[in-house]
């Protein structure tokens, strides 16, 4: 985010804020995003199709710069404190990864910086579900899962050959 002053440069139109600039459309009406119908939001929903980019409070609150800031560190600290829990819970039992994510999708409310972060990730999930349904890779995976599976059902039967159902603590006991 750039914050200029437009009123410097005599484009008393622009959005200091987001730092929006006054970019005249054909019919010469100048409006702060470019795209002609004055919401702020711009163009930059993405290639993907998905919401444009910025912040998703509520407008009373984007209207005060005090109160909007205060929103923003509140969403920050939040999804901090939900991505801490999810860093946490990934050696502990729970759903870290998905915690995590969901700590994102908080801060993806109010930052751009997260949005784009969580865009590329589905992106790159879903190219990891195109490629994991090519029959190729599906062959070579249910293969090496097979071969996996095999050396650890031979560990386990060489294991009980040799000590029964002996603990592996209590072998020196036997």
């Not at 702060?32 to 919401?51: H, L």
């Not at 005060?64 to 901090?80: C, D, E, I, N, T």
């Not at 915690?99 to 999708?105: A, D, N, S």
Request: charged fraction near 20%.
């Amino acid at each position: 985010m750039t914050v200029r002053s437009d009123k410097a440069r005599g484009n008393a139109g622009g959005n200091t804020r987001t730092g929006d600039a006054v970019v005249p459309d054909d019919s010469g009406v100048h409006t702060p995003d470019g795209d002609g119908d004055g919401d702020g939001a711009g163009d930059a929903a993405g290639a993907d199709g998905g919401r444009p980019l910025g912040s998703r409070a509520p407008h009373f609150i984007r209207r005060s710069r005090p109160l909007h800031l205060s929103w923003q560190v509140a969403v920050f600290l939040v999804g901090l404190a939900v991505v801490v829990a999810g860093v946490i819970m990934l050696p502990l039992p729970g759903p870290g990864w998905v915690v995590i994510f969901l700590g994102m999708g908080v801060w993806a409310t109010e930052f751009v910086w997260a949005q784009l972060a969580l865009r590329w990730t589905r992106r790159k999930v879903a190219e990891a579900a195109q490629k994991a349904m090519d029959p190729r890779v599906r062959r070579r995976n249910i293969t090496l899962t097979a071969i996996g599976l095999a050396v650890i059902a031979g560990i386990g039967a060489w294991y009980l050959w040799k000590y029964g159902l002996t603990m592996p603590w209590k072998i020196d006991r036997h």
